[in-house]
């Protein structure tokens, strides 16, 4: 029989795992009082409560950071990169400096091209697909395809409000504290000339 004098801790209390994957966990069960855990996080002015999803195995922050350090650091994780010397190619050509397009031509990573590839909003909008997804943040352009599986708040939510889009203003509505040029080092397409 359970002891009357034991008090589960809030912390222990059970999070609720919503349809889409998502975890639902509320405030109080945040190790840091709720005012603090409110004050840190301004996804909890929606409710309460943080939306993570669980991710899959092999999909954890230091799988991440495994990818991009060893990996992927060689060659970038850009996906479709060929796309840019065929199909897109008259397009770049009209707004890019001829040795950006030499470089990409050699295959050196977007991530290393100098000057960086500029990117307009007609090419955005052309890579909004979820194995060939572009999305601004503060006039930077990254590559989200290989992230999705990786990010703490679930692919649903960046493939609708991330792709081929400038995501600056929600970026920094749930989580201005992330590093995304450092997470997204390797991602890096271009930078955005509107
Ligand atoms: C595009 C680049 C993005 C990157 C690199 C990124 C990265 C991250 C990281 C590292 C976390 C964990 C944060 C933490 O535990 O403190 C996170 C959580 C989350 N992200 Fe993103 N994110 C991105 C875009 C977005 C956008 C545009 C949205 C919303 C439209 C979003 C919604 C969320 C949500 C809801 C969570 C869970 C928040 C929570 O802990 O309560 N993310 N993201």
Redesign the pocket.
């Known amino acids: 029989m359970a002891d009357p004098r034991f008090k589960k801790p809030s912390i222990f209390a059970e999070g609720r795992l919503l349809k889409n994957n998502t975890l639902s966990?509320p405030i109080s069960n945040n190790r840091l009082n709720p005012t603090q855990s409110q004050a840190a996080?301004s996804?909890?002015r929606a409710g309460g409560?943080?939306?993570?999803?669980v991710l899959k195995p092999g999909y954890s922050?230091l799988d991440w950071y495994e990818l991009t350090t060893k990996k992927g650091k060689k060659f970038g994780l850009v996906t479709n990169v060929d796309r840019l010397l065929t199909k897109d190619f008259d397009h770049l050509k009209a707004i890019n400096y001829p040795q950006t397009l030499i470089q990409i031509s050699r295959n050196v990573p977007l991530y290393l091209v100098r000057p960086p590839l500029r990117v307009d909003k007609e090419l955005l909008q052309r890579h909004k697909t979820k194995d060939d997804c572009w999305?601004v943040?503060q006039g930077k352009v990254?590559c989200?395809t290989n992230?999705f599986d990786?990010?703490?708040?679930?692919v649903d939510?960046?493939l609708?409000?991330?792709a081929g889009k400038d995501?600056t203003v929600?970026?920094n509505?749930?989580?201005r504290?992330?590093?995304?040029d450092k997470?997204?080092e390797n991602c890096f397409v271009g930078v955005y000339v509107g």
């Open positions: 966990v996080c996804t909890l409560y943080r939306n993570k999803v922050a999305c943040i990254y989200l992230y990786f990010h703490p708040g679930g939510i960046l609708k409000n991330c995501a929600l970026f509505k749930y989580h504290w992330v590093s995304y997470l997204l």
